[in-house]
């Protein structure tokens, strides 16, 4: 008798763990799917298809200390997704004047899926007039993006993000 006694709670607590095992799981799922769900949402956002194509659409931003004022555009429109491309960006002082030839440096990625870029961007060239071409950019997919300027002159640096989303 007390062997059946036993062999009942043993059964009875599996029984237990196997509901609370099924309901977990299938919170889980839920929450996968509701996750799955809200980055599609988030994928098929798109913003205004003008903004950052072209110097009159571009996007001005002091940086963080306030040491620059930082604008930036595409070179193409509308902004492609899957190649390698350009973009400008200009650089001025707090003064107004366009920054000459400044060190500038560009990181950047999704930070959503904390993911870099899949390319290694570089700000190559100055163009003259504070303007600087940024190199390799390429956009994997659509969602949020961020480039992300370091710009150094002198015994100065500062940084400055633009948010990208596409």
Not at 7 to 18: C, H, N, T, Y
Not at 77 to 104: F, Q
Request: proline share 4%; glycine share 8%; with cysteine.
């Amino acid at each position: 008798m007390k062997k059946i006694k036993i062999a009942l709670k043993f059964i009875a607590s599996l029984v237990v763990i196997s509901s609370i095992v099924s309901c977990a799981s299938s919170n889980l799922e839920k929450a996968e799917k509701q996750f799955h769900a809200n980055m599609m949402k988030h994928n098929q956002h798109k913003t205004d298809d003008k903004k950052y194509t072209g110097r009159n659409n571009a996007v001005t931003h002091t940086s963080k200390s306030g040491l620059y004022k930082a604008t930036l555009f595409c070179n193409q429109s509308p902004i492609p997704i899957g190649k390698i491309h350009d973009w400008t960006v200009h650089i001025e002082g707090p003064d107004g004047k366009p920054l000459e030839n400044a060190k500038v440096f560009v990181f950047g990625g999704m930070p959503m899926h904390q993911h870099d870029f899949s390319t290694i961007p570089r700000v190559k060239e100055y163009l003259g007039n504070g303007d600087y071409r940024v190199e390799g950019i390429k956009f994997s997919m659509r969602g949020h993006w961020e480039m992300r300027f370091t710009v150094k002159e002198n015994n100065k640096q500062d940084k400055v993000i633009f948010g990208i989303d596409l």
